[in-house]
């Protein structure tokens, strides 16, 4: 892991990233994009308990977007998993699913950035090590982004179709929900409170999860990023933790907010 790190900051600084970078440590996507010609790379590590027992570690997830335009990009989304202790297997490791994501934010005001994302997860992983579902899901959604002087607010609402593993080929229209505040304490520490869950009957379940954490901007067009969570329902994750590293190359386009 060292080893990786030190690698990619050697990109880094050859690259020479500048200022303005999009940070994911919250799950609430924002209406901002990176800028035609420009790239945002995220590399997390995640970690989550489920059901008092199920342990879920994420490393590395990865994130990659690139800039189509001044307000669009596409976005490429993996992550490598290890799981013990779940109801299918006692442990086991293996790559996840790919999430494929195009987002376009035409409307800007005084009152903020509107835009809207799809997206879909192809059923690369393994569903038979529970490492994914074997079914290929959907998401529509709407996202609303305003920068204030003093703080930051994203708002998203849409709907996901998601692969019933119990009834294959069959996909249920699931409503999602997230909003996060972000507040500037300091010029290199900023502090976020989020919420965010999705409402389903069946096998998905009704999911609420309260995140909070801090992005510490470090040098230009680098960020790292540390937060935690709490499930408020029985269907949601008990607890999970998060450590994100972002940057920004900057080759074109600048990334701007209305």
């Known amino acids: 892991m060292r080893n990786v790190v030190i690698l990619l900051s050697a990109v880094l600084l050859l690259f020479g990233p500048t200022v303005c970078i999009a940070s994911h440590t919250f799950e609430t996507e924002h209406a901002d994009a990176p800028g035609r010609g420009n790239m945002i790379m995220v590399m997390e590590a995640e970690m989550a308990q489920d059901g008092g027992r199920e342990k879920e570690l994420g490393l590395p997830v990865l994130e990659f977007v690139y800039g189509l335009g001044k307000w669009t990009s596409f976005e490429i989304d993996w992550e490598y998993d290890f799981i013990s202790h779940s109801d299918e297997v006692h442990g086991t490791s293996g790559s996840g699913d790919v999430e494929l994501k195009f987002k376009h934010s035409p409307f800007h005001f ?34 609303h982004s305003y920068h204030g002087e003093k703080f930051a607010t994203h708002l998203n609402a849409g ?29 290199r520490v900023e502090w976020f409170a989020e919420i965010e869950g999705r409402t389903a009957k069946s096998v998905f379940g009704t999911e609420s999860l309260l995140r909070s954490g801090f992005i510490f901007p470090i040098a230009r067009g680098l960020e790292v990023g540390l937060g935690g969570g709490v499930g408020l329902t029985n269907d949601t994750e008990d607890w999970e933790a998060k450590l994100g590293i972002y940057w920004t190359w900057e080759r074109g386009e600048e990334m701007e907010h209305h």
């Open 159 to 187: 709907v996901d179709f998601l692969g019933n593993p119990e009834h294959r080929s069959s996909h249920e229209a699931v409503f999602t929900y997230s909003a996060v505040a972000v507040f500037p304490l300091h010029e």
């Open 110 to 143: 005084d009152y903020g950035d509107i835009g809207a994302q799809v997206g879909v997860k192809l059923p690369t992983a393994k569903d038979d090590k529970d490492l994914g579902t074997g079914e290929t899901d959907f998401e529509l959604l709407l996202i």
